[in-house]
């Protein structure tokens, strides 16, 4: 009997991760502070980012950088931002959050924005476009980025899956004005729940900090640790949330980072073993990666058809793959938003994601492959 092969699987190394973490109990600090900022030090040495604020989830990140840049920028409810309809909700739900439009554009090959759908969504209430790099994928986002630039709009990139992608060599997130990255429990740096929001501009990075802690000027480490004779006071300049990250998943992420590339790595050698089985595969198509992309592989995507079926059959043969994502205009909030996205459409009609994580071996994927080769057969 074989065991049932799932589609994520987190890996911990435990040992390491409890060390960590009883540095912060027996320091009787676990919320924000000394932990928190280790992992954003350690993160802009990782990435080569010049800021990096850890906050408590991605989505939590999204918002904050799309408040800040709004505000900066003095944006006004119903000002819009080009984004894609196949992606997680949180992508979207923040932009509706803040009082923007979404503009659906179409999805290219790599299931990323397409450049050319952008261009003919950009309006003059067009403020931002947000580019999800879908599976750990760049897609065309230099040319997005370059579209940005050309034509003075904000782009913030959804790198929730992209914890160790490269593009042409350096770690993305330089190309954007805000870049977030996702450090949720089946991301590739796996904490509980966490992300970190990457913003260009230093003046920027210093107000994020002020959102992220209620709009407090001065955050309670901060003050703490503070010579001043009045270190109690403080003000509060802005309405802000409660955002910020805490030590207990810093100290997870700062054990995870150590081996972000081993564990990359060991994705990108799953994928290769997707790649060799199904290259003659007929009825399946794999997703393109740009050949300067070296992907984090959060995903491993395929397109089949009669997809409710092969999944249902999968499952039956205990192969639980993963669907990313149902398109957001099949959700009540998004179905009256602009934009004929007619490859998303296709896209998230067939997409599936097989199982990828550390745990898989070749025997697994092999299984795996030759089960949908049976579904998806004559």
Same mark, same amino acid.
């Given at each position: 009997m074989n065991d049932p092969?799932?589609?994520?699987?987190?890996?911990?190394?435990?040992?390491?991760?409890?060390?960590?973490?009883?540095?912060?109990?027996?320091?009787?600090?676990?919320?924000l502070g000394f932990k928190t900022l280790e992992i954003e030090e350690a993160w802009c040495r990782f990435t080569g980012l010049p800021h990096a604020h850890?906050?408590?989830?991605?989505?939590?990140?999204?918002?904050?950088?799309?408040?800040?840049?709004?505000?900066?920028?003095g944006w006004r409810p119903g000002d819009e931002v080009i984004t894609t309809a196949l992606?997680?909700?949180?992508?979207?739900?923040?932009?509706?959050?803040?009082?923007?439009?979404?503009?659906?554009?179409?999805?290219?090959?790599?299931?990323c924005l397409d450049p050319s759908s952008v261009a003919e969504r950009i309006s003059a209430r067009t403020r931002a476009v947000m580019?999800?790099?879908? *599976?750990?994928? /760049?897609?065309?986002?230099?040319?997005?980025?370059?579209?940005?630039?050309?034509?003075?709009?904000? !782009? @913030?990139? =959804?790198?929730?899956h992209m914890a160790g992608t490269r593009l042409g060599g350096r770690h993305v997130g330089g190309e954007a004005d805000a870049a977030v990255f996702s450090f949720?429990?089946?991301?590739?740096?796996?904490?509980?729940?966490?992300g970190m929001v990457c913003l260009a501009d230093p003046g920027l990075d210093r107000e994020v900090r002020q959102w992220s802690w209620l709009g407090i000027d001065r955050d309670t480490y901060t003050r703490t640790h503070s010579q001043a004779?009045?270190?109690?006071?403080y003000d509060v300049p802005h309405v802000g949330f409660k955002a910020h990250g805490n030590s207990v998943m810093a100290a997870m992420a700062l054990v995870g980072?150590?081996?972000?590339?081993?564990?990359?790595?060991?994705?990108?050698?799953?994928?290769?073993?997707?790649?060799?089985?199904?290259?003659?595969?007929? *009825?399946?198509? /794999?997703?393109?990666v740009p050949a300067d992309c070296e992907s984090s592989r959060h995903l491993y995507?395929? !397109? @089949?058809? =009669?997809?409710?079926?092969?999944?249902?059959?999968?499952?039956?043969?205990?192969i639980y793959p993963g669907v990313h994502y149902r398109l957001n205009t099949e959700y009540p909030m998004y179905r009256d938003c602009r934009g004929r996205v007619p490859r998303a459409v296709s896209a998230a009609s067939r997409v599936i994601s097989l199982p990828m994580h550390l745990g898989l071996d070749r025997e697994q994927v092999h299984r795996v492959v030759r089960a949908l080769v049976e579904v998806t057969g004559p």
């Open positions: 092969i799932h589609l994520f699987r987190p890996h911990y190394r435990t040992d390491e991760v409890l060390s960590e973490i009883r540095e912060c109990l027996e320091r009787g600090w676990t919320g850890f906050v408590a989830s991605a989505t939590s990140g999204l918002h904050l950088a799309l408040r800040i840049l709004g505000r900066t920028d992606t997680f909700v949180s992508t979207n739900h923040v932009i509706l959050h803040e009082g923007l439009v979404p503009v659906f554009a179409d999805v290219d090959e790599h299931l580019f999800v790099g879908v *599976g750990g994928n /760049t897609g065309r986002l230099e040319e997005v980025a370059a579209l940005c630039r050309e034509r003075g709009i904000r !782009l @913030v990139l =959804d790198a929730a949720h429990a089946v991301k590739n740096l796996p904490t509980a729940d966490s004779a009045y270190r109690w006071m980072l150590r081996y972000l590339e081993e564990d990359n790595a060991r994705r990108r050698e799953i994928a290769g073993w997707y790649d060799e089985e199904l290259a003659e595969v007929a *009825g399946v198509a /794999t997703i393109p995507q395929v !397109l @089949v058809e =009669d997809r409710d079926r092969v999944m249902v059959e999968l499952n039956r043969r205990e």
